[in-house]
């Protein structure tokens, strides 16, 4: 497993385990399914290039098995504060540490 940080040259991979994601955990997710369906590629390419937002990848060979984001506070007064967001890892991942070593990344 190789974990890191996501472009936007991975958005399409980035889109559909985020779709995945909303689909099997509704209640973890501010966003639906619906919703971020409509978004165009652009949008999920953008994400991946905002400098307030890191997005690390882990990757199992070419698969992109689990995501978690970083959002960075713009405001001066508040640059040292930073939240973990859209954590997931793909079902046939889970409960093998995935998900661990992917906030222990963001962590560092």
């Known amino acids: 497993m190789i974990i890191r940080a996501l472009g936007a040259s991975d958005?399409?991979?980035y889109r559909a385990l985020m779709l995945e994601a909303y689909g099997a955990y509704p209640?973890?997710?501010t966003s639906s399914v619906a919703e971020r369906a409509r978004?165009?590629?652009?949008?999920w390419e953008k994400r991946l290039d905002s400098p307030l937002d890191?997005?690390?990848g882990a990757?199992?060979?070419d698969v992109l098995a689990g995501i978690v984001g970083?959002?960075?506070e713009p405001r001066e007064k508040a640059r040292h504060k930073?939240?973990?967001f859209g954590m997931?890892?793909?079902?046939?991942y889970q409960q093998k540490g995935m998900g661990r070593q992917l906030v222990e990344a963001a962590l560092a």
Do not use: I
Not at 39 to 43: C, D, E, G, N, V
Not at 88 to 92: D, F, L, R, S
């Open 11 to 13: 958005a399409e991979a």
């Open 27 to 29: 209640q973890a997710f």
């Open 39 to 43: 978004m165009p590629l652009s949008w």
């Open 54 to 56: 890191q997005l690390l």
């Open 59 to 61: 990757f199992e060979g």
């Open 70 to 72: 970083l959002a960075y």
């Open 82 to 84: 930073v939240t973990l």
């Open 88 to 92: 997931y890892v793909n079902e046939a």
